[in-house]
Each structure stands twice: as C-alpha cells, then as structure tokens.
C-alpha cells in the first residue's frame, strides 16, 4: 500500500471515468494516481501565484483583501495565473482586476515557494505611473503606504512580506536580481 498523492483526491479518470488507484508508477519515486483502464498518470503540480509591487513615488499600493484567506488583511496586487497567459500578463490582469490600477512592469522581484499550500508566488517590481486605483472585486480598499509606514503586522502572507523586504532592501545594496525563498507556514483564517 503506498500513500496517496499531495494534493487533491481524484477518484476517477477524467480521460475515461474508470477509478484511479494511487501507486508509485514505473520509474516514478511519488505516488500519483493512475488509470489502470487508459494508463493515464495524473499528476498534480503547484499552482502559480501572480503579482506585482507597484510603486508610486516613494510610495507603495496594497490592497485590503474583502475575501478569505486573511480577509481584512493587507496584500499586494496578486492570485492564480490563468491558463494561456503569461507571467506578466497575470500579474497586469490581477492588479487590474484588485486595485484598478494600470502599471508598467518591471523586472521579478521575489519566487517563493509556499510548499504547504501547493503553490509558487511570482512578484515582479512595477512602477504605477499615475496615482489612480480603486478597491477591485476582491478588495476593500486600495492605498498608497509610505516605505516607513507599511503596515508590517497586518500583511496577509509571508510570502508577500518576503518580496517587499526584497524591494526595501534591494536598492539599498545594489542587489536587482530575484530573490528566491520558502514561505513559513501560517494559521489561514
């Protein structure tokens, strides 16, 4: 007997709809589930999180998150990369679609690896050229933060408090590349 796979649990082929079994297939070292009647092998994989930190002056743009996980927390422009669509058009679209806000992106700033969730946070530097934004569907307020006055202890996810201590620090030593990282596991209420 061998453990089920991370993840979601498929019981049924969506190839063929026969049950799925979940085994370590040959020259695999997972366990994934398999068809046994079409020899499908589903795998499952991490989802991709999106965003941009658009900067306005020396200001930043947050978004008060008005849906769960963290409601009533603050994050930056973000979510799930749709199918066909690039990096950086995910991370234009979700800031759209959050802050109302039209930016120019700019280089990735942050990968973090959120293994806990299944998923990889992708956050690149964006500048925001005019100060207009407004609160998005899944947003209850968008505003301009200072660099001194970001609210630190009301962040939605470490994973974003990992990519703007990137853009805080990277200025300061020089240092433009991407900074790579493993979020901490939180209690998502």
């Known amino acids: 007997m061998t453990r089920k796979p991370l993840g979601s649990e498929i019981n049924y082929c969506p190839n063929c709809g026969n049950s799925v079994t979940s085994e370590i297939p040959p020259g695999d070292n997972l366990p994934r589930y398999v068809c046994r009647n079409c020899s499908t ?3 499952e994989n991490p989802r991709m999180v999106v965003g941009c930190i658009p900067k306005h002056g020396g200001s930043i743009l ?8 963290r409601l009533g927390y603050w994050t930056v422009p973000a979510g799930f990369m749709e199918l066909e669509e690039t ?3 995910a991370a234009i679209r979700e800031t759209w ?3 109302k806000a039209k930016v120019i992106l700019g280089p990735m700033l942050a990968v ?5 969730a299944r998923q990889v946070h992708i956050f690149f530097r964006a500048d925001l050229p005019a100060a207009e934004f407004a609160a998005g569907h899944e947003t ?3 505003r301009l933060f200072g660099l001194a006055e ?4 009301e962040i939605a996810f470490p994973s974003v408090t990992i990519a703007l201590k990137q853009l805080l620090k990277s200025p300061a030593d020089g ?3 991407v900074h790579l990282a493993r979020a901490p596991r939180i209690r998502i209420s």
């Open 112 to 116: 973090v690896d959120v293994t806990h």
């Open 140 to 142: 209850s307020e968008a």
């Open 150 to 153: 970001l609210p630190w202890d």
């Open 62 to 69: 947050l978004c008060k998150r008005s849906i769960h996980p």
């Open 41 to 43: 092998i589903h795998y």
């Open 175 to 177: 240092d433009n590349g």
């Open 97 to 99: 679609e959050e802050a």
């Open 87 to 89: 990096l950086a058009e």
